[in-house]
């Protein structure tokens, strides 16, 4: 038996997954919902509440009193010290400010007491904070250009993105980052965590900072410079993600039994993780994640950029690179539909299986309750167009068909620029698990769709590389051992929708075209 331990620290939750490579099987998967468990930090869908949208805050204290609960509870059903490995994920963009680098835990103290005073800054920005638009533009100029911007960094200044986030602090509130030390991303802080040091930020998340030269590995200096004064001191230089941070802190060998010695290794964005874990580490598969924002990314074969502006490039764990399109308006768009029509997930399903059909009848949604990533949206907009009955919202059934129709479309409109068009998609996350929404995807991607049965592939890719890098087992091997797709929840694409659909995407294109002109 050989167990590695992989940890996923996303918008909403912390999820462990034990596997062992033996027997490439999963032992236990197990989550703490911030919401639900630690309602002490007043998030119940993970961020602290505020009045301008834009500004979407977490308390990293939060993130750390869950990794103590994670293990608690899991220790009850695995023998933490035969693990032989870990490393995790971070939901990404979302940074950590400390005030020293993080030291080698004492025993006696609960975790979150000795972490509360290292952070210069209460609360850690996320990935769905918007509010950094004039420091994009700002970081823009100083670097030459969008074009610069884009060859440089693999995205336009990008609203979430750490760099931006950082200037904004430092303009805003220059004492607090007087007293910051030290900058970490989520990834790198949960690491840091669990290794009693600091970590550094590998090339997968450090990609969605706005700071890191993709082709060479490093931070740019002129980035550095015009986004923070001496920002270079704060940040360790990038490594790779298959880096060993070192061995386990001696506060989670005596409190919760892991083995001393134990490695960490360098933890990564959720999505770089994701590709691991779905078995998509190579190019030839794209994968659809669905979950608080859903993303699509894909392995690329050669670095491109996506000039139009809402598509990234990150690093890819296995070498390389990997594209990336990410939508804000995810699951909490098709919950705030649902729950309008009344509809629990298995009517939500039926409602787009049995109750409506391809096109909607005319029915369209603009699906966007909160501000938009791909398009580029300030402000949030919610627009129905169609019958009198939906347009009133006393049609559930085809709200519900709408509000998929709307995300797959976008999604594949956005996805022009990675430059291929798959035929096969692997689909992740808990919108994988509903039948109504796989239809529409296979219909409108007009590709085979092929659910992947493990729930949370961020975590599972953790515990992957981790395998990797200890136990020296290569990404195929793992991910066909562990990456299995579910054939019996396959969709595949009705061939009489690909022309509606092609109308339907064109039409969503003008009216999304609309929009964004009204917010300008
Ligand atoms: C990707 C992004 C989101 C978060 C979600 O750029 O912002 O997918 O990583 O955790």
Redesign the pocket.
Known sequence: MTLFLGLDA??QSLTGIVIDVDRNAVVCEHAINFGARLPQFQSPHGFLPHTDPRVRHADPLMWVAALELLLTELRTKVDLSRIAGVSGA?????SVYLSDAIPAWSRATPLVEQVRPLLSRKTAP???DSSTSVECAELTQAVGGRTRMLELTGSLA?E?FTGPQIKKLAKDDPAIWARTKEVQLVSSFMASLLAGKSAAIDFGDGA?MNLLELQRGTWNHALLEATAPELRSRLRAPVASTTIVGPIADYFVSTHGFSPGTPIVTFT???PSSLIGMGAASPGVAVV?L???D?LFAAMPSLVTDASGSG?V?GNPAGGFMA?Q?F?NGSLAREAVRDRAGLDWAGFARAIVERTKPGNDGNMLLPYFVPE?SPHLGKPAVRWFGSADFVAGRDGAAAARAVVEAQASSMRLHARWIGHTPTRVLVTGGGARNPGILRVFADVFQAEILPIAVSNSSALGGALRAANVVAKRSFEELGAAFAVPDLSRRSVPQESAKPIYDALGAALEERIAALIAEQL
Do not use: E, K, P, V
């Open positions: 996303s918008t971070g939901q990404q963009h979302g996320i990935w769905m990008t979430r969605g964005g959720d999505n994640s979950g608080t924002s993303t990234n990150f990336l990410c804000a990533i």
